[in-house]
């Protein structure tokens, strides 16, 4: 602690064995440990208040924190982060659109057009190409279907339909 050596020490025993007497010496160094207990244990304390008030001084801080993240809204967070400007929430807003041309309210608004008689004709339709084979190669011949001969009548009216019943 203070880095004294054994050396250093016995001339001090010896200094206070001369100073304060043989007689007296016993009840001095019982005082002095005492004195030092009491010093300790007064530093002890010390330092414990003071550790307490470095915890207090973190849990206030850590508390004033809780309380920021507590009151702090998310919601406007985020969209001063992704639109700060409210573009893309005017887009899609409902409420935000013009009357158009059909008087309601709240319906987006009709294209710019041009007049009727200033209008293109929309070209011929084009004939239908199928994606099974190219227009230029021919379509193969359907097959031709089995010949099977003609269905007879099983029975003829009042006969049996099942030889088996006769």
């Known amino acids: 602690m203070f880095d004294i050596a054994w050396s250093e020490l016995m001339v001090i025993a010896v200094i206070a064995l001369v100073v304060i007497g043989p007689k007296d010496l016993p009840k001095a160094i019982f005082t002095l440990g005492k004195w030092v ?7 002890r304390e010390f330092q414990t208040h003071i550790d307490d008030m470095m915890r207090e001084t973190e849990l206030d801080e850590l508390r004033k924190e809780a309380l920021k993240t507590r009151d702090m809204n998310i919601k406007k967070m985020m969209e001063d982060t992704i639109d700060p ?25 009709e294209p710019d057009l041009p007049p009727a008689s200033e209008a293109v ?28 001969p003609p269905a007879q009548p099983a029975h003829a009216e009042g006969q049996p339909t099942d030889k088996h019943t006769q």
């Open 121 to 148: 004709p929309a070209p011929a339709a084009a004939p239908a190409v199928t994606d099974s084979a190219p227009a230029s190669t021919p379509a193969a011949p359907a097959p031709v279907p089995a010949t099977t």
């Open 85 to 109: 400007k409210g573009e893309v929430a005017k887009a899609f807003d409902p409420k935000g659109f013009d009357v158009g041309l059909n008087g309601h309210a709240g319906s987006p608004p």
């Open 37 to 43: 207990r009491k010093a300790r244990g007064v530093a």
